[in-house]
């Protein structure tokens, strides 16, 4: 407006962001999109907060519950903890990526099991997202960020959940995901945990650390045996595309299986929606 980059005051529908609130407009596509409401049963979003001893601050984290949840069900659920980019929060998985809406549709479909998803604010200390753009440059900053964050899904958010809700503790029942950062910590955080997570996706990995010995030191031929899923994709017009290659081809000069999906397009949610409606009917499948 007038050269000035501001959002529209009359419109409610918000890309919330720590560092670029922006507006946002859908256009509606065909019903048969998984991001597309249809007149299917919904699941219900939930919102929790509490006192991170970690970080050391007030912490969110969003759970989505699939319709017909029970918390008296025969069998616990499974869950996916789904983690979000840079500069976003908890709830850009919803707000922008509907993830609610493609669980919905898939459910319904029978296309994906019913399952938790969970996610958390994705910092692991202040100073990485106080800095703005400008702190990525620190990297003792962003990897204390990505350790600690390690440490409050693990050691504060797993315990939460599986305390309130109804889900499985077996780590076959177990996935981690996420987009960009969230990418990069799926990765980090579920490669060194083999023993709580079977399921790994990453989309379009930010910040991932280039010396991939140092960062997945527990990788090996033994890996592929102990996981369920390793699915890694990106935009082939995004720019970070090469260092993700690099680290598939590291991965499969280590013996490792895993599913590598390049794809048209760039760094966004067009993108991720698809790699979320793509991973989700993967999971906790019986094995073959």
């Not at 939460?160 to 987009?179: C, F, M, P, W």
């Not at 090996?220 to 082939?236: D, V």
Request: glycine share 8%; net charge neutral; aromatic share 10%.
């Amino acid at each position: 407006m007038d050269g000035l980059h501001t959002i529209d005051p009359a419109n409610p529908l918000l890309k919330y962001n720590l560092l670029n609130t922006d507006s946002q407009v859908h256009v509606p596509g065909p019903a048969t999109l998984p991001w597309e409401i249809n007149n299917v049963p919904h699941g219900v979003i939930h919102r929790h907060l509490y006192r991170s001893a970690i970080v050391g601050d007030e912490h969110p984290f969003v759970v989505y519950t699939p319709p017909g949840y029970d918390p008296m069900a025969k069998v616990p659920y499974p869950v996916l903890y789904l983690l979000h980019g840079y500069s976003d929060a908890e709830d850009a998985w919803v707000s922008v990526g509907r993830a609610n809406i493609i669980l919905d549709n898939l459910i319904a479909q029978g296309k994906a099991k019913p399952m938790l998803i969970v996610m958390p604010l994705g910092y692991g200390n202040k100073e990485v997202i106080a800095n703005g753009w400008a702190g990525l440059r620190k990297t003792g900053v962003w990897q204390d960020s990505i350790e600690k964050f390690r440490d409050v899904l693990i050691k504060e958010v797993i315990p939460q959940v599986e305390k309130v809700y109804h889900v499985s503790t077996d780590r076959n029942a177990r996935a981690i995901a996420g987009l960009s950062m969230g990418g990069t910590q799926s990765l980090f955080i579920g490669l060194n945990a083999l023993d709580r997570f079977a399921w790994i996706g990453a989309f379009s990995s930010g910040g991932l650390d280039a010396n991939f010995e140092k960062a997945y030191p527990a990788v090996n031929e033994s890996t592929s045996a102990q996981l369920r899923l390793l699915w890694i994709a990106c935009g082939q017009q995004d720019g970070l595309l090469g260092l993700n290659q690099k680290l598939v081809d590291w991965f499969k000069s280590k013996g490792v299986k895993l599913t590598w999906v390049p794809t048209p397009g760039t760094h966004s949610f067009t993108v991720w929606r698809r790699y979320l409606a793509e991973v989700t009917p993967l999971l906790f499948r019986d094995k073959p």
